[in-house]
């Protein structure tokens, strides 16, 4: 009888064991797996030096068809960068504050119209020179990576924001040293996201030579970003001063000499080729290697040419049509700061800072022609 009531209970229990199991698993919700921001499609957009844009000015972005801007993060004050005054551990973005609340209007103007956008730790934190010792480069990722951290945190909740650049622009020798910070980046700003995208350029300047021997970091979400003004000496043309020991490239550093396409120099002092659709298809072929090898995501995040040089209208169509070709992600440089990459002004026109100089010059409806072609949010 003992023996019974025994097998009994234990069948009971056994019935009541199953059907709580059932009843949980019906109840429980599944855990959420943590998403990347959604990118649009395409992205087709812009550059913005700044961090304060109008909602007028977003709004005209908006109706020009662009899709995404590339804000290029800066501190609060630029003069405090070239007298090194730099962040601490205990106070990561003392330098930002004023810069932050002016991206958070920026950002509500950007979320209303419906553009994504992409922040580039361009010039929040001081800079050392080309030959930077490891121990200057150790001390730069620490600075870069705490400012990732705390800004990390800060815009961790804002949904406009779809992607980081960790670093505009990088020039070092010692890129092996350099890659590690990049690396310190990546993992303090995955301390606090782990999905959000972020955006990495090799060295030197993000060039499209420089992807030749350029290895891909191990992070699953990274778009690969190129900087495109090749030939540098035709859309840079009267941008510098000319050295004082290069006069024999006078030509170089006026402005309205060099046409595209034509016979031009990569820099002042490279071999004369020329230069036109096809060979800007060459200029881009490591980078093409490099996304065919890793199946990655390509971004140009700047490309322009200034609005005096000769042939501008048709470098812009040859490059889009290059890009589109590809399927990568653009930024234009530039429609806000100096007006001298605007192609809203005449070639002679006087430089200003205004974002809109109200002309529809060929190479801006070459622009639009591409902004055009981005899908509504």
Not at 23 to 36: F, I, R
Not at 326 to 335: C, E, I, P, Q, V
């Amino acid at each position: 009888m003992r023996i019974k009531q025994k097998l009994l209970m234990a069948s009971s229990l056994t019935i009541v064991l199953a059907v709580s199991f059932i009843v949980n698993a019906q109840t429980s919700k599944p855990e959420k797996t943590l998403q990347p921001p959604k990118l649009p499609e395409r992205m087709r957009g812009s550059t913005c030096h700044g961090n304060l844009l109008t909602h007028a000015e977003v709004r005209r972005l908006a109706q020009l068809g662009i899709n995404f801007l590339r804000i290029n993060f800066t501190a609060d004050d630029t003069k405090l960068q070239r007298k090194k005054i730099i962040s601490s551990p205990e106070t990561p973005l003392i330098h930002c504050k004023k810069s932050i609340q002016n991206l958070k209007a920026t950002l509500a103007a950007c979320k209303e119209y419906g553009i994504s956008v992409m922040i580039c730790c361009c010039a929040a934190e001081a800079r050392p020179g080309k030959d930077a010792s490891t121990k200057e480069l150790d001390e730069l990722g620490d600075r870069i990576s705490r400012f990732w951290k705390a800004f990390a945190t800060e815009f961790k909740n804002d949904k406009t924001i779809v992607a980081y650049d960790t670093y505009g622009e990088p020039n070092f020798d010692n890129i092996e040293a350099w890659n590690k910070q990049q690396e310190k980046a990546i993992n303090a700003i995955r301390s606090v996201n782990p999905t959000m995208w972020l955006v990495i350029e090799p060295c030197p300047y993000g060039l499209a030579s420089a992807y030749e021997n350029f290895k891909p970091f191990g992070d699953p979400y990274v778009i690969y970003d190129v900087q495109f003004y090749d030939p540098h000496s035709y859309t840079h043309q009267g941008v510098h001063k000319l050295p004082e020991h290069l006069p024999q490239y006078q030509s170089e550093y006026l402005r309205g000499k060099l046409v595209y396409p034509g016979n031009l120099r990569m820099f002042p002092g490279s071999k004369t080729e020329y230069w036109d659709k096809e060979k800007l298809r060459e200029q881009l072929r490591y980078v093409v290697e490099f996304q065919k090898k890793n199946q990655c995501r390509i971004m140009v995040g700047e490309f322009g040419v200034v609005r005096w040089a000769p042939g501008r209208e048709k470098w812009i169509k040859n490059v889009l049509e290059l890009f589109e070709e590809y399927g990568w992600d653009w930024a234009f440089h530039s429609l806000n700061s100096w007006n001298g990459w605007n192609p809203t002004f005449a070639p002679d026109d006087p430089e200003t800072g205004e974002p809109d100089g109200y002309l529809e010059t060929e190479t801006f409806k070459e622009l639009k022609a591409g902004w055009a072609k981005n899908k509504k949010r």
